[in-house]
């Protein structure tokens, strides 16, 4: 079954609205994402000098839990067509393989540039595991797509 993709212009747009994605994070997402981001901090893949970190086990990338806010943003609100153009953010708490993570995404400013006939859209992100704790929290800045 596809997953459908949504696609919301900026006058389509309103503060308020919210969409989220779930994921279980797997040894196989963590393994490659430090692939293709070529980040192979031991902290990440190896137990035994994981085990003597603050966080006591393998943690994923942060970047990661921020990722799946991206799908949300380019797949479902604003969705297909929308450029990221900023982000800040802070990484809470760890994220360990088998966790289970969600990124609630909420439109909380549009502004209409006029000159230049655009949006400009900002998102309140946030990532919490399955017991309610926030791991990641930001505010993602993006355009939506024009039509």
Known sequence: MAEEI???TGPELKVG???SRTKTMTKEDIEYFGKVSTDTNPMHFDEEYAATTQFGRCIAHGVISLSLCGAVLGMQLPGLGTIHMGQEVTFMKPVYPGDVITAHCEIIDIQYKEKKDFYIVKVKQQVTNQNG???TEGIATCMPPRN
Do not use: G
């Open 133 to 135: 704790e926030v791991v």
């Open 17 to 19: 609205m919210t969409a």
């Open 6 to 8: 949504k696609k919301f």
